[in-house]
């Protein structure tokens, strides 16, 4: 099943996605809800974020060739040899479409991330391996965009990963998802830059969950970005950034560069 | 004007508190509410966290002692050059009076902090230093409580400060302030332990304002705490520690150590 959050009317309301037949409904995706008469056409609507999410986490270093690679992993800071979870901030979501607005004083080094984001669909603490992806309601698809000067420079990724319109993220969220044969591919203009086993990660979904609810709880709408492969070239002003994983959807944004 | 939050009858309801007199309204306290006939006494209320964030921002070291002491500040991690915004995390937050619950695998090294939190009024981007205080709607009070040992050696601070119950904040938003007459006096068991200005900051309220805003917006609930001055001792299980901020109010959390 996949939902989606659109436009409507001034107001944000929530919807059923079959094939291209929005179906409105109210109440909330995580609990009770109700099937609209109405169906909308997926041409028609403009898509919000698919869901805004109470706490924001993002793994950082979670796949091999992206720790290893473009100085990220170094002596001085090694690949995690645990499930530490990082934070990102909702003022930087923007939805499928949205453009990635890049501020004047950035540097030349404005890279994408393509990553698998799994949505929290319950209160959840002490998850054991058995049961954590029981707490998981779906998966959409994130674009972690980092200014890497500022973060390797700054005391925190705040500016880096955290600038308005940095976290595109949607199109949708998919209930139904094999995890081990999702594949993504991440397209720079329409030319394919990488493609790998989206599942293929440092620490898995369930280490990830086990670990945080060690400490945590989570909460239904909560976000958990997963990290991404491989390295970015440099984002430039007019450039448009797909990132489809297999079986959950593409993720498109253009890429505009402010005036100084 | 001071706003509380409050449990009334399953819900959590928003109140303006005259004295001790708690007078709830209907509506939001950033934009149109209207009082109701009704009023309760404070000491019949159990008051939840005055305002949820949206976004739940946190200075570093911001006061000098606190970044020259502790092994806090390093010629690895020296005192900030510029005043980057870090983030905590919504889960971890409790109301006064509260327990605070320290995990059984946590070292001795819990600490608290005694902070000073901006709550954001209104929306708001490129603020400037003339009106960088408009978008203030009042401020609270903060205990950002950490695990020590986490915070050296994990890459993040998600357990290390953000494990549930690590972050108190309250009693209530106080909207009439002078910050330059503000002092801070942290008290454990009732105990004295240190008293400094409030306001005698590394970077202050409008230099953070001001730069988060170049890049970030900031949105009517949003919290940003301010960092603490000195350093705490460890804190034991059935420990009292008080966080008193002069015309604002006490922010007061008994620690619970549980068992392993």
Not at 68 to 91: C, F, H, M, Q, W
Not at 140 to 164: C, H, L, M, P
Request: some cysteine.
């Amino acid at each position: 099943m996949r939902w989606i959050r659109f436009h409507d009317d001034g107001a944000v309301r929530t919807a059923i996605l079959e094939g291209s037949t929005v179906r409105p409904v109210r109440g909330d995706m995580f609990s009770d809800y109700e099937i609209e008469d109405r169906c909308l056409d997926l041409a028609d609507v403009r898509l919000d974020v698919p869901v805004f999410p109470r706490t924001f986490y993002a793994a950082g270093f979670n796949y091999q060739a992206h720790a290893a690679s473009a100085g990220l992993a170094s002596p001085d800071r090694p690949a995690p040899k645990e499930a530490n979870i990082g934070y990102r901030a909702t003022n930087a979501l923007i939805a499928h479409e949205e453009p990635i607005i890049v501020p004047p004083d950035a540097t030349d080094k404005v890279n994408y991330e393509g990553e698998i984001v799994v949505v929290i669909g319950r209160k959840a603490k002490n998850l054991d391996r058995d049961n954590a992806l029981s707490a998981v309601f779906g998966y959409t698809i994130g674009n972690d965009v980092s200014e890497r000067t500022w973060q390797k420079t700054d005391s925190t990724f705040w500016r880096a990963k955290n600038t308005d319109t940095f976290k595109p993220m949607g199109p949708w969220i998919e209930t139904d998802v094999v995890l081990d044969d999702l594949e993504t591919v991440v397209r720079l203009n329409g030319e394919e830059q990488i493609r790998f086993a989206t599942n293929d990660m440092i620490f898995g979904i369930v280490d990830y969950l086990v670990r945080m609810t060690r400490y945590l709880t989570l909460y239904p709408g909560d976000v958990v970005w997963m990290g991404t492969e491989g390295t970015s070239p440099n984002l430039l002003d007019g450039d448009v950034v797909e990132i489809e994983i297999s079986g959950i959807g593409t993720l498109r944004n253009p890429v505009v560069r402010q005036a100084g």
